[in-house]
């Protein structure tokens, strides 16, 4: 028996590579399939079956791909609908994988159609479960992205409970729990670092799963819970109805471009361009009008947060040989319309003689030196609610950068804004679409409130309601 997670930091995604006697099933891979295809290749085996525990929302899955590429049945759980072949599950039905056994229990709640996988041994014994979004280490799977018809956020919610109650909390304690995601996706809100447990652990400090009542885990569960970004939807609606293979994605997006023939593309085309390099790099020269996500930290969630439109074409500019890279991280959240990058980078761009723009970066004790002179400094703090109501300057505003798309509409290009994040990461990205938007005086405060919190500044451990932006 051989189990592997195969898990992707940037996403927190964990796909899984299960085989027996030459036989495997992968469950919820990602969007690439040849790593995939490459170890069932190497160990000898068939991929028999791509189980999917629900319709992911925040990552386009390879199922199609793969199913194509291998031959495999894509399975799904009760009630799931999809525009390509695939195997509905009855709840309980059991799937032979060589010597091992895996039953699909239908657990809904965080989704209609979310199903737990239970992986029996050869000797018939419960090993581990596949709990894809339905339980995490540390938490449970939003029940707010897939309400049917009359059902609310807590009608859903309910259900999760019942699920778990019914058909995962009665297994045995040593039963391994594989979840599909870690701390820092969206799917959840209090998910641990650790990527699997035993259920017997994690009934002991799963607050979820220590809930006495049906009614305490509805509320304890629903509480504090963001609005989804919004391409979550359109992620899902790619898993039910299909997509184009990546190998097209890749034949678009890997077109190598000289800086006049990038320049024209983005003029006539409306292009965005995206410079995916590091934010100190970024900062230090860029191309007029470039956003700024870097490849070196969240990428494919930020790019899915703020690129409201799937179709949007982009033109690539990339640290070297980072390219497919980007390609590849942009297509894993539906964004399959990349249609080059420029070739030699920023390098190339300066060497024609092309235009450069620069944002302005100070350090904490600078900033701190301007804040006891100016007392009328607008300062972004775009953080995260939560970072920002555990601790923030009181001197800033509460722009977080997951919302920037609806705050915008309030700065002013006259006036000068000091944003920071944490570390600098998220700050930039803010800055370089602010700068895009036509605000020009943008100040980066470096080292984000890591470095703020060494200067003697006046900090406040709660919101301010008049400052605090509701979003």
């Not at 596949?130 to 018809?149: C, E, M, N, Y």
């Not at 006539?268 to 361009?273: E, P």
């Not at 470095?451 to 301010?464: G, H, P, W």
Request: hydrophobic letters at 40%; charged letters at 25%; aromatic letters at 8%.
């Amino acid at each position: 028996m051989k189990i592997e997670q195969i898990y992707t930091g940037c996403l927190a995604e964990a796909a899984y590579y299960i085989e027996s006697n030459g036989e495997a099933a992968i469950i919820d891979p990602l969007r690439e399939i040849e790593p995939y295809l490459n170890k069932a290749k190497q160990h000898g085996a068939k991929i028999k079956y791509i189980f999917e525990t629900h319709f992911h929302a925040d990552f386009v899955s390879g199922h199609v791909d793969l199913a194509k590429k291998s031959g495999a049945t894509i399975v799904y759980g009760p009630t799931a609908k999809t525009a390509y072949p695939s195997h509905i599950a009855t709840d309980g039905e059991a799937f032979m994988i060589g010597e091992l056994t895996i039953v699909a229990l239908h657990t809904p709640g965080h989704t209609p159609e979310s199903t737990t996988y239970l992986l029996k041994d050869a000797m018939g014994k419960d090993y581990c479960i596949f709990s894809g979004d339905t339980l995490f280490i540390g938490d449970v799977g939003r029940p707010d992205l897939a309400q049917q018809g009359t059902m609310t956020m807590e009608d859903m919610a309910g259900s999760l409970y019942d699920s778990l109650h019914a058909k995962i909390m009665p297994l045995s304690d040593e039963v391994i729990i594989y979840p599909a995601h870690g701390a820092g996706s969206a799917c959840g809100k209090n998910m641990s670092k650790e990527t699997f447990d035993t259920l017997g652990h994690q009934k002991q400090v799963n607050y979820a799963l220590k809930a006495s009542t049906r009614a305490q885990f509805i509320e304890e569960v629903t509480a504090g819970i963001l609005p989804p970004p919004q391409y979550f939807a359109k992620n899902a609606a790619m898993n039910k109805g299909g997509y184009d293979p990546i190998s097209e994605v890749y034949e678009k997006g890997l077109v190598a471009l000289d800086p006049q023939t990038f320049e024209e593309i983005a003029n006539q085309r409306a292009a965005l361009i995206l410079d995916t390099r590091d934010p100190q790099d970024f900062a230090k020269e860029f191309i007029p009008n470039a956003i700024n996500i870097g490849l070196n930290g969240q990428f494919a969630p930020w790019v899915g947060a703020l690129i409201t439109d799937l179709k949007q074409q982009i033109l690539l500019l990339t640290a070297e040989g980072k390219a497919e890279e980007a390609i590849t991280r942009l297509a894993r959240v539906g964004y399959d319309h990349t249609i080059g990058y420029l070739d030699g980078g920023m390098a190339a761009w300066k060497q024609a003689g092309k235009e450069i723009d620069q944002i302005e970066s100070i350090s904490a004790e600078a900033f701190e030196d301007l804040a006891n002179s100016n007392e009328k400094l607008n300062v972004l703090d775009v953080r995260k609610p939560g970072e920002y109501e555990s601790e923030h300057l009181e001197l800033t505003l509460a722009r977080p950068l997951d919302y920037i798309n609806d705050w915008t509409k309030e700065i002013s290009p006259d006036q000068t804004y000091y944003v920071h994040c944490a570390g600098g990461y998220r700050s930039m990205i803010a800055a370089s679409i602010l700068k895009a938007r036509g605000i020009d005086q943008v100040i980066d405060i470096a080292g984000g409130y890591g470095a703020i919190k060494n200067t003697n500044l006046k900090r406040t451990d709660f919101a301010c309601p008049s400052k605090a932006m509701k979003a």
